[in-house]
């Protein structure tokens, strides 16, 4: 009886320890590819509309923000050619924090605003 108990138990555990439960919540509008339109210290307006951006000296912060948790930063090199650099990012819905981890650098924003084509972001200083 014992042995039909622990095998029980046994298979139930395998059962919920093979299933993929998503326990963070974010916004779909999130994903996009985003490009910074204005920057002061510590905010950015982002757009993900190309239309709207105009020529700027010494290039735009950009970042690609995929479903799967990857993220990709691209900033215009001292040479005028994009640098691309992999990261990861979260979203806290309940704070409306966004995290990109990039290399050995955490960055940590307050969502201020978020529609399809304008993201606002203040950044968080630790």
């Known amino acids: 009886m014992h042995r039909i108990i622990y095998i029980l138990i046994v298979s139930v555990l395998t059962l919920f ?36 951006l105009t020529p700027k000296r010494g290039g735009r912060k950009h970042y690609e923000i995929k479903e799967n948790g990857d993220l990709f930063e691209i900033i215009t090199g001292s040479n005028d050619m994009p640098v691309r650099e992999k990261g990861v990012w979260s979203f806290n819905s309940k704070e409306q924090k966004l995290t990109f981890v990039i290399g050995e650098t955490e960055t940590t924003y307050l969502v201020q605003s978020l529609t399809n084509d304008k993201l606002e972001l203040k950044q968080i200083k630790h």
Do not use: Y
Not at 27 to 52: G, H, Q, Y
């Open 17 to 52: 320890s093979c299933q993929k439960i998503n326990k963070t919540s974010f916004p779909r509008e999130l994903i996009s590819n985003w490009t910074c339109v204005e920057e002061t210290e510590d905010a950015c307006t982002f757009t993900s509309n190309e239309k709207e």
